[in-house]
């Protein structure tokens, strides 16, 4: 089990580009969730899958942004046109799924947009 | 709505002292409560959980939690703490597979 793992690590980028990011879960869990943290915050929930399907998106979810996990593995983050106030910690999670609600969260995707 | 408070955002205590970190939630239905732990650069590590039964739970590295209904409350405790245990806490509620985190509470330990 080698645990969450997000790709990559820090990514600095001028306002207007897009950007995507990586989330590769623990093998046979389920669920991925994808969570954004800002400075002095908690995480704050984006979205989930259940292996490819995309359950349920946050408000904070804008349009420039979109997820997905095609093969129910691996998931994508993308921001489109990125903004100054993109930039945080974009937090990946795996879940086992139905009958486990415990989250196991990746290293991180830190974002700077300049 | 649902919400999570952590009261404290800074905690100083010194090593070998007790401490608890508060939690206070917001929720309708029986919670499923979560202690995360998040170190700088790492992710964020589960310490325990709270789904049902004994209120009282243990978790890894000494850690415990109480859950109070009544009090609508999940406070983390450790008898005596370690330099190393100087991170950033999170409470976090279970919203139908969503989590709600509370604002985190940083420890520094003094030696």
């Known amino acids: 089990d080698t645990g969450v793992s997000q790709n990559p690590r820090h990514k600095i980028t001028k306002r207007g580009q897009n950007v995507t990011f990586r989330c590769d879960p623990i093998?046979?869990?389920?669920?991925l969730y994808w969570y954004r943290q800002t400075l002095g915050q908690g995480p704050e929930f984006l979205t989930y899958?259940?292996?490819?399907?995309?359950?349920?998106k946050s408000r904070l979810l804008s349009d420039r942004f979109s997820a997905e996990r095609p093969k129910g593995s691996f998931s994508t983050l993308e921001i489109q046109r990125t903004e100054q106030g993109d930039s945080a910690m974009y937090l990946c999670?795996?879940?086992?799924?139905?009958?486990?609600?415990?989250?196991?969260f990746g290293p991180g995707t830190r974002l700077t947009v300049t | 709505a649902q919400s999570v408070t952590q009261p404290d955002i800074h905690i100083t205590v010194s090593e070998g002292a007790s401490l608890e970190l508060r939690c206070n939630y917001s929720?309708?239905?029986?919670?499923?409560l979560f202690w995360y732990v998040q170190s700088p650069g790492q992710g964020l590590q589960l310490l325990l959980k709270?789904?049902?039964?004994?209120?009282l739970v243990q978790g890894i590295k000494g850690f415990e939690a109480e859950f109070k209904r009544s009090q609508s409350s999940f406070n983390l405790r450790k008898p005596s703490v370690h330099w190393s245990d100087a991170a950033e806490y999170f409470c976090?509620?279970?919203?139908?597979?969503?989590?709600?985190f509370g604002s985190g509470t940083k420890l520094n330990v003094k030696p």
């Open positions: 999670a795996s879940s086992p799924g139905t009958g486990s609600l415990e989250q196991y």
């Open positions: 093998s046979e869990h389920n669920r």
């Open positions: 899958f259940q292996n490819e399907a995309q359950l349920e």
């Open positions: 929720y309708g239905a029986t919670p499923y």
């Open positions: 709270y789904f049902s039964g004994d209120t």
């Open positions: 976090a509620v279970d919203n139908f597979n969503k989590f709600y």
